[in-house]
């Protein structure tokens, strides 16, 4: 199983960014997935998850902020992250239950 997520970088606060998460090795379309973060010195959080039936979480602190989608003909997860904070500021990963994770991509929010 292979995940490869894409589209991190430095953006201003307020500001957007897509994720991409590119998968390979499992049968994409029957499983849930996830985006996790991590900032440093804090473990790591879930911030999306989309189930195979396209039903999706969030956590509060980003509900209104964080859309997850998912594209199983392209075998892709998706994370478009909106009105982004320093507080975002952390490597996300995409997520496959239950040990499968993506080598992260890293999103810095400052002016």
């Known amino acids: 199983v292979q995940l490869q997520a894409s589209g991190g970088g430095l953006v201003q606060p307020g500001g957007s960014l897509r994720l991409s998460c590119a998968a390979s090795?499992?049968?994409?379309?029957?499983?849930?997935v996830a985006w996790y973060r991590q900032a440093p010195g804090k473990q790591r959080e879930m911030v999306a998850t989309?189930?195979?039936?396209?039903?999706?979480n969030y956590p509060d602190s980003v509900k209104e902020r964080f859309t997850i989608s998912r594209d199983n003909i392209r075998r892709t997860l998706y994370l478009q992250i909106n009105s982004l904070k320093p507080e975002d500021t952390a490597v996300y990963y995409c997520?496959?239950?239950?040990?499968?994770w993506g080598q992260g991509t890293q999103v810095t929010v400052s002016s």
């Open positions: 090795g499992i049968n994409f379309r029957l499983n849930t």
């Open positions: 997520h496959v239950p239950p040990g499968y």
């Open positions: 989309i189930t195979s039936g396209h039903i999706t």
